[in-house]
């Protein structure tokens, strides 16, 4: 069983649009988080969300929305897609506050943007 | 804000020890984490350390020195397998991670 899944594993689209990523745990965790890992894999997180909380990396552009159906579930949202935000986003969660620092990441999707 | 700097790349011959060394700069800190990620995967945890002193785990070694804000991750009898990206992250005062620019380490046979 795969711990956290992300669809789609590859996304390619053009300027302009609007797109969704899904992330889904089945760990049971309580904290979830997107990152984004640009072309030279410097990973930098977007945002974390647990039933308590967001926290907003202050760098994200309002363009970038998360959305949290339910406790498994971290969706991003993006619109207006720049070329700017081609890179590979990971989806992440963790166990209870005290534990954020051993975090479980899907296996990415890599967003192209044209 | 945080900061961290670690060596972009590493090489060794398979079978020798390899540190990485990670220092930061915080504003906040609660402990200091390490993660392993190989070309098209995903970042999996290494290890983590909150208090001063080395952490082992099977070849894999881990040290913190808080005074110093510095730390490093040991990697002792290299395998081919051990060829990956090492980051060294902070998790500071939003409980969040902030992670390093990643060392690129290369294990030759």
Known sequence: ?114 | GQSLEQPSEVTAVEGAIVQINCTYQTSGFYGLSWYQQHDGGAPTFLSYNALDGLEETGRFSSFLSRSDSYGYLLLQELQMKDSASYFCAVEGSARQLTFGSGTQLTVLP
């Open chain 1, 1 to 114: 069983d795969t711990a956290v899944s992300q669809t789609p594993k590859y996304l390619v689209t053009q300027m302009g649009n609007d797109k969704s990523i899904k992330c889904e745990q089945n760990l049971g965790h309580d904290t979830m988080y997107w990152y984004k890992q640009d072309s030279k894999k410097f990973l930098k997180i977007m945002f974390s969300y647990n039933n308590k909380e967001l926290i907003i990396n202050e760098t994200v552009p309002n363009r970038f929305s998360p959305k949290s159906p339910d406790k498994a579930h971290l969706n991003l949202h993006i619109n207006s897609l720049e070329l700017g935000d081609s890179a590979v986003y990971f989806c992440a969660s963790s166990p209870r506050d005290s534990r954020t620092y051993e975090q479980y990441f899907g296996p990415g999707t890599r967003l192209t943007v044209t």
